[in-house]
C-alpha cells in the first residue's frame, strides 16, 4: 500500500539535483511472507534542475546507480531479479506551462537488495 510519504532525497534543497528513493509498506513499516521474510518494494528516479527545466525520471538509469551504491556499501544485490511486467519505453513527456519535463525509461524488473 502506498501512503503520502514522499520519500527521501539525496538532498532537500528546492529544485534537488539528486536521488530520490520511494519506499512501499503495508503497514507504513515493512511487508512480511514465510518466503522473503520482512521486505519492502520501493521506486527511484533523479531531480534534476537543468536550466529553466525541472527533470524527473530516468528510473533505470537511477536504478542501476543506486543498486550500485548500495553494492558498494557490502549489501547483496541481484539487479533485474523480477519481472513486473510494467516496462516503460524511453520516451519524454513534457509540460510547457509548469516547465516540467518527465523521462520516462524502465525495463520492467525489479532489482533486489539483500541489506542485514
Same mark, same amino acid.
Request: net charge negative.
Given at each position: 500500500? +502506498?501512503?503520502?510519504?514522499?520519500?527521501? /532525497?539525496?538532498?532537500? *534543497?528546492? &529544485?534537488?539535483?539528486? *536521488?530520490?528513493?520511494?519506499?512501499?509498506?503495508?503497514?507504513?513499516s515493512y511487508?512480511?511472507? =514465510?518466503?522473503l521474510g520482512?521486505?519492502?518494494?520501493?521506486? *527511484? &528516479? %533523479? @531531480?534534476?534542475?537543468?536550466?529553466?527545466? /525541472?527533470?524527473?525520471?530516468?528510473?533505470e538509469t !537511477?536504478?542501476?546507480?543506486?543498486? =550500485?551504491?548500495?553494492?558498494?556499501?557490502? !549489501?547483496? #544485490?541481484?539487479? @533485474?531479479?523480477?519481472? !513486473? %511486467?510494467?516496462?516503460?519505453?524511453?520516451?519524454?513527456?513534457?509540460?510547457?506551462?509548469?516547465?516540467? #519535463? &518527465?523521462? +520516462?525509461?524502465?525495463?520492467? !524488473?525489479?532489482?533486489?537488495?539483500?541489506?542485514?
Open positions: 500500500m +502506498w501512503n503520502s510519504d514522499e520519500g527521501m /532525497r539525496s538532498n532537500n *534543497t528546492l &529544485h534537488p539535483n539528486g *536521488t530520490r528513493i520511494r519506499m512501499y509498506a503495508a503497514n507504513d511487508m512480511y511472507n =514465510q518466503t520482512k521486505y519492502l518494494i520501493g521506486s *527511484t &528516479h %533523479y @531531480d534534476r534542475l537543468v536550466g529553466a527545466w /525541472r527533470e524527473y525520471g530516468w528510473s !537511477c536504478e542501476a546507480d543506486m543498486a =550500485q551504491t548500495t553494492r558498494d556499501k557490502g !549489501c547483496g #544485490m541481484v539487479e @533485474d531479479a523480477w519481472c !513486473c %511486467y510494467n516496462d516503460e519505453p524511453y520516451r519524454v513527456q513534457g509540460n510547457w506551462e509548469t516547465l516540467e #519535463m &518527465h523521462i +520516462w525509461e524502465n525495463n520492467g !524488473c525489479a532489482t533486489v537488495a539483500f541489506v542485514w
